[in-house]
């Protein structure tokens, strides 16, 4: 794919979201919106009640005894193996022994109607002996009770360096997971077909999991299980690998009874259930030079995984790789463990595990410019990473971005002016104060593990010129049918209406991966380009027979034929097309695309795991009423690193997108637990993501890079805007500080909880009230001195 | 049950006798009208909004609405709008035209995953239609959407599009005359809006009466009015359970001041059945509560705001209602009644523990009286949640102060969420009673009023923080009712000093 086609075909203009007409006419079809078939079951799940236990009995009867309950099913009614895992085969599709989380599931119901399927739960008798309970990662490590092993990255030698410093901050944090949030919760419907085929509708990111593992669950070959996604209504990870669980049991109710069945969680369920954003505790150290460069590095990550692994030991790796976000360090050491508890499995979200370290290298540079009685923005303009510069992992930065997306801010944001607005708005203001931080991000594009990073796409053309393409990625609001439909139709040449984006079919893309990692339009989109060369070429030459030109001359634009400059009257797309089939050339064609040069040797913790990073920088002013502890978030600005955009209107949403769940994750969204590993922010009554009134004024920048290696000259954008979010916190603490300068903890978010206690605490500490355990010490020291 | 309910839905009239507890969201769905969508079944998400038209004074009256919290036997005589009743086109074909509200969203990228956009396009229609030209503003539209959450754009670009709605709708020029016809004509609505109102008037005498009273009500018929906290606490029962919709006429009849304000001398007396919107746009109110535009904003999103009733928050009895702390505050007295058997109970003496209150099963809390204000009177609310907007507070408190010449002659503070019920600050308000407000006398309310919150820890904040909020809030009233106060003389020596 040299660059000369990316020339040849100008990009058709882009609709802003090619699927947007369906959406505002309420048409556009998810899951339960398709009309259900006659027969049809509705599913409910039995979970857990307790984090962790013997399963002693399980008593289905009074549930069956229901009037209208079909079936109640259990593991012992599975045919195949119950053996499941994305990474470690350590899950099971319904327990039979043990349960190691509230919410894994034991039994199925199966009911003429979704209400006697989930009041038929609450009629099973479940005896379960209870078990000892872990819900803090520490305490997991210390047990030595992990997911794989723990894995550590070096650069230099830190036990070394420390001499070298004059300076040097430790400290801890403590960082909350997020819920995922998707709008449609988790559901799937099974259609059992003849021949012990069954087809599956599933809303999941990942349809070649689900097909994996329901033929492993049934016991039949792949090829009998066709998993089928439209679209999904929001995933961000949350559908990645937890999608299956729903679509397995779906699966095994159909192939149990010979019915259709859905399985469609309720909001409640789908929180209790499915696993989140890991959180992670940290121990951090940091050492610099008189001069602010950083020196040496250490860093232990705890990451709270749930009971089975999931992605988590994938998650964890990102971590590592992300560890230094945008800055250069000499010396490093970077210690991560996948830590086993009793809650639900967490797994993939939006920045998959970046968002967590690089909140810890923020958190350590804040403490040691606390402690230098500098800005943060000085440490941190200082020590961005170069061009050449090595990452701890091996590759090094191929592009100056981090400094040149900075620079741009500092200097179009007129960060000067900014921060004496600042100044001068808490000199004059007694309770309300104002905060500002600076949050550079570096994050790199390919899935982690090299395997994944191929893609499949299968390019149909009618005789009438229409165009089909299916590919392997996930339609899921980020926009991929759009770049799709723009890629194919400026390799082929045809306006967009043309063009039609199939539904995500396992049968007609095989082995595909989980859309994720950002990647979904890097590699299907190259995929489709592979497929539509093909194509192009054979018909190009069809029509040089016809029409004695040379077939190296000739291209579609806007589906019409030119030869040259010129265009060919007499021959459009349709005619072509149709001459192709007269003559019996092949009007279709699979493309694969394989993302070259990238190589990771986990045995050294060295190697290039990414195509490229992208590179960003943002600023974030946040008022706090120091009164109330609530606070806004006033102003986002960022300049963010692209290629040449596919269409800006999809890349836009995908950056606003980001941040603000970024922005959420570090402010309003707390997963409270209890010590039992129940969850009790289990509803949307009290977990509380971001609304309309939240969102933040906000600018955007691009800044281009030359030679990005998407498709077609972009870059990919999904998830590394979530991580100017963490700016929020940031921001906040700065805000503080100016209300109250005290080396507070680095713990997120920043709930309005927090920040009262952190700077009012003391009121209600008095000996006078009753003397009762303190929940986490409002206030820390983040700093201590070194020895 | 049994009963039939004959309504509108879209374009087309529907009876059914369905129970009248389904939910409006699982009928309408069951119908293949399934753009709205289900998200949280507890009108968190707005996902499910709709339109509910009435006529009111021969007009078409439109209300927005979560339908997970909407029984199907209120909708009886009205208009139910779905998201597939907003498009110009019925046809699912090519060559379907988009409304105005429809194409900004489309261009501005106002859609990403799809899931919510049907609700934000319901909201957003509701806004124009029932704004006029001279009053949209993008507060206004903001206000309207803030029940539906979005997960995938950050808000940004669906506030870019409603910019672009207002902009086009107020060049098209506001809507003269009849405003239905007027909207079809401006493309905001399908045609056939405009002869709702007629079809509306043909329905309403004979189609749908008010249903008969139930045949033989049981001793305990389930009371149901605006439903936003029963829906979401017992929306599986609901549906088979023998319920009485307050809302229905036959409710009105026996009981004529369960709906309406009036204003009766020196009293202001609220129907139960006032909602949170009739209540906070009435006159009176204002006079009393001047800011009360600043506190709703605080309390519940539009939709819910149209459902919710000030006797639901009261009888619900959950100690951070925030309805009932700021009538707390203010002085209510309820009116109970059971047929002709009625009588007076003080809010401050409803509660006797965790939702427990001084009612009978069969009484009906029918009237909320109050003392209307004087010309010494100041009142404030204030609420603290994890989201500012839209959420149940952590703790939240209402104040009202009498003071004349320097002196409170009368001091009433309420503080939900610091104890099992709704509570009033006894202790605090006897204290600061004919006093002159000093940094001492300030400072000893504030202790008095941290001790006396009980809170405990729950999901909405540990019971420290609680207690600190309890503390902080009766600050903020002060701070933000009388200019003398300054609140950092009482946020520590160490601030007092670094300033």
């Not at chain 1, 002693?56 to 012992?76: K, M, Q, Y």
């Not at chain 1, 040089?544 to 040379?550: L, S, V």
């Not at chain 2, 007629?198 to 018929?221: K, N, Q």
């Not at chain 2, 599986?236 to 009766?264: C, F, K, S």
Request: with cysteine; glycine share 8%; proline share 6%.
């Amino acid at each position: 794919m040299g660059p000369d086609a990316t020339v040849r075909n100008k990009m058709p203009k882009p609709p802003p979201h090619i699927e947007a007409p369906l959406h505002v006419r309420g048409e556009s079809e998810y899951v339960d919106d398709v009309a259900p078939p006659l027969g049809m079951l509705h599913a409910a799940v039995f979970y857990a009640p307790v984090a962790h236990g013997r399963i002693r009995r399980i008593d289905t009867g009074p549930a069956l005894a229901h009037p209208e309950v079909a079936a109640v099913l259990t593991s012992s009614d599975i045919p195949g193996t119950n053996e499941l895992g994305a990474i470690f085969l350590d899950e099971q599709s319904l327990a039979d022994e043990m349960v190691h989380y509230i919410g894994q599931p034991i039994a199925l119901v199966l009911a003429t109607t979704v209400e006697a399927a989930r009041a038929a739960t609450h009629l099973i008798d479940c005896d379960i002996e209870p078990l000892p309970v872990v819900v803090d990662p520490r305490r997991a490590h210390d047990a030595g009770d992990f997911h794989g092993t723990p894995r550590t990255f070096r650069i230099g030698d830190v036990e070394a360096a420390w001499a070298d410093c004059d300076v040097i901050v430790e400290g801890s944090c403590d960082i909350a997971g997020q819920e995922h949030l998707y709008l449609e919760t988790n559901r799937a419907r099974a259609l059992p077909q003849e021949g012990g085929r069954i087809t599956i509708a599933s809303s999941t990111q990942s349809p070649y999991s689900v097909q994996r593992h329901v033929a492993r669950v049934l016991g039949i070959p792949e090829h009998l299980v066709e998993v089928d996604v439209r679209r999904i209504g929001g995933g961000f990870g949350g559908k990645e690998d937890q999608a299956t669980y729903w679509a397995v049991l779906a699966a095994l109710g159909a192939y149990v009874t010979g019915r259709p069945v859905q399985l469609l969680l309720d909001r409640v369920d789908d929180l209790v259930m499915t696993g989140k954003r890991h959180p992670y505790e940290a121990d951090f150290k940091l050492g610099l030079g008189a001069d602010g460069r950083f020196i040496a590095y250490d860093v232990t990550l705890y990451q709270n995984s749930g009971a089975t692994a999931d992605l988590s030991p994938a998650v964890l790796e990102r971590s590592l790789f992300h560890a230094t976000n945008a800055y250069f360090f000499p010396h490093a050491r970077i210690y991560a463990a996948c830590c086993r508890t009793n809650l639900h499995p967490h797994t993939a979200f939006r920045g998959f595990g970046g968002p967590q370290s690089m909140f810890v290298v923020e958190a350590a540079i804040t403490a040691a410019a606390e402690r230098l009685g500098v800005a943060p923005w000085e440490l941190q303009k200082k020590n961005l990473l170069r061009r050449g510069q090595p990452l701890p992992y091996g590759q090094t930065a191929e592009e100056d971005k981090a400094v040149e997306t900075w620079v741009e801010a500092e200097e179009t944001f007129d960060l000067a002016a900014w921060r004496a607005r600042v100044d001068a708005f808490n000199a004059n203001h007694r309770t309300e104060k104002k905060g500002l931080a600076v949050m550079p991000v570096v994050f790199g594009i390919s899935f982690t593990k090299t395997h994944l990073n191929q893609a499949s796409a299968l390019v149909h053309v009618y005789t009438d010129g229409s165009v089909s393409v299916s590919n392997g990625g996930i339609e899921m609001g980020q926009g991929l049918t759009t770049n799709l439909a723009t890629i194919v139709g400026a390799e082929l040449g045809l306006d967009l209406d043309r063009v039609r984006i199939e539904s995500t079919n396992t049968t007609r893309v095989a082995n595909m991966s989980p859309s994720a990692a950002s990647a979904t339009t890097d590699l299907n989109g190259h995929a489709a380009i592979d497929a539509c060369r093909k194509i192009r070429g054979r018909i190009l030459q069809c029509v040089a027979d016809e029409t004695g030109r040379a077939a190296e001359d000739l291209s579609f634009r806007a589906s019409q034929l030119y030869d040259g400059a010129h265009a060919v009257e007499e021959w459009d797309w349709p005619r072509a097309v149709t001459a192709c089939y007269l003559r019996r050339v092949d009007l279709s064609a699979h493309g694969f695309y394989a993302t070259p040069g990238l190589h990771f040797d986990v045995a050294k913790e060295r190697g290039r795991p990414f195509a490229y990073h992208v590179y960003g920088t943002s600023v974030t002013e946040v008022t706090v009423d120091c009164l109330r502890g609530v606070y806004e978030v006033d102003t986002v600005k960022i300049v963010h690193n692209l290629g040449r955009s596919l269409n800006e209107v999809v890349d836009r949403g995908q950056i606003e997108g980001g941040l603000m769940q970024g922005i959420g994750w570090m402010t309003l969204e707390e997963l409270a637990y209890g010590d039992d590993g129940r969850l009790l922010s289990r509803a949307l009554s009290t977990y509380k993501a971001p609304d309309v009134y939240f969102a933040p004024d906000l600018e955007v920048k691009w800044l281009e890079s030359e030679r990005p290696a998407g498709p077609r000259g972009s870059k990919a954008v999904g998830e590394p805007p979530f991580m100017y979010g963490i700016g929020t916190y940031f921001a906040i603490r700065a805000a503080m500080r100016a209300f109250a300068p005290r080396p507070y903890a680095f713990d997120a978010p920043a709930t309005p909880e927090r920040v009262l206690l952190a700077l009012h605490g003391h009121h209600v500490d008095q000996p006078s009230s009753q003397p009762q355990p303190q929940p986490a010490p409002a206030v820390r020291p983040a700093s201590a001195p070194a020895e | 049950m049994g009963a039939t309910t004959t309504f509108m839905l879209n374009d087309e009239v529907v009876e059914t006798d369905a129970p009248r507890g389904r939910l409006v969201l699982d009928f309408v769905r069951e119908r293949r009208l399934t753009g709205t969508k289900e998200g949280c079944k507890e009108g968190d998400c707005g996902a499910c909004a709709i339109l509910v038209g009435a006529l009111d004074g021969g007009r078409p009256r439109y209300e927005l609405m979560t339908a997970c919290l909407v029984p199907l036997g209120e909708m009886a005589g009205k208009h139910v709008v779905t998201v597939e009743g907003l498009n110009l086109t019925r046809s699912r074909q090519a060559g379907r035209r988009l409304s105005v509200v429809q194409e900004e969203m489309v261009h501005h990228g106002g859609t990403q995953c799809g899931y919510c956009t049907p609700g934000f396009i319901v909201a957003m229609t509701w806004y124009v239609i029932v704004t006029e030209g001279a009053d949209l503003s993008r507060e206004g539209m903001r206000e309207a959407i803030s029940g539906n959450l979005c997960r995938c754009t950050g808000y940004n670009a669906i506030e870019r599009a409603a910019d672009a709605i207002l902009a086009t709708v107020k060049a098209k020029g506001p809507p003269e005359g009849d405003r239905l016809p007027a909207l079809v004509e401006a493309e905001l609505l399908p045609s056939y809006f405009a002869s709702i109102g007629d079809r509306l008037a043909e329905m309403s005498p004979e189609m749908s009466p008010a249903p008969p009273p139930a045949a033989p009500t049981p001793p305990t018929p389930l009371f149901l009015a605006g439903g936003t906290d029963l829906y979401v606490q017992r929306g599986a029962e609901i549906p088979g359970a023998p319920v009485r919709l307050l809302t229905a006429d036959d409710v009105a009849a026996q009981y004529p001041r369960i709906r309406g304000i009036r204003e009766e001398g020196p009293v202001l007396s609220l129907g139960a059945l006032t909602t949170f919107t009739e209540f906070a746009e009435h006159e009176a109110v204002r006079r009393l509560v001047p800011r009360i535009d600043r506190f709703l904003w605080l309390i519940a999103s539009r939709p819910i705001r149209n459902r919710a009733t000030l006797g639901g928050n009261i009888v619900n009895a959950s100690p951070i209602g925030d309805m009932t702390n700021l009538l707390l505050a203010l002085g209510a007295t309820l009116v109970l009644a059971e047929g002709d058997d009625r009588r007076d109970v003080a809010l401050r003496d409803l509660y006797r523990g965790y939702k427990q209150l001084d009612k009978r099963p069969g009484e009906l809390l029918v009237e909320i009286r109050l003392a209307r204000e004087t010309a010494h009177t100041l009142t404030n609310f204030e609420k603290v949640s994890k989201r500012k907007a839209l959420d149940i507070a952590s703790v939240c408190s209402g104040a009202r102060f009498e003071r004349e010449a320097g002196v409170l002659t009368h001091a009433a503070i309420s503080m939900g969420g610091v104890g099992p019920t709704p509570k009033l600050l006894t202790r605090t308000g006897i204290f600061l009673q004919g006093k002159r407000l000093s940094p001492a006398v300030v400072g000893e309310a504030l202790s008095i009023a941290a001790g006396e919150a009980t809170p405990i820890d729950d999901v909405r904040g540990s019971a420290r923080y609680k207690r600190l909020l309890a503390r902080q809030l009766l600050l903020a009233h002060f701070t933000e009712l009388f200019d003398e106060i300054d609140p950092l003389a009482h946020m520590g020596p160490e601030l007092a000093a670094a300033q």
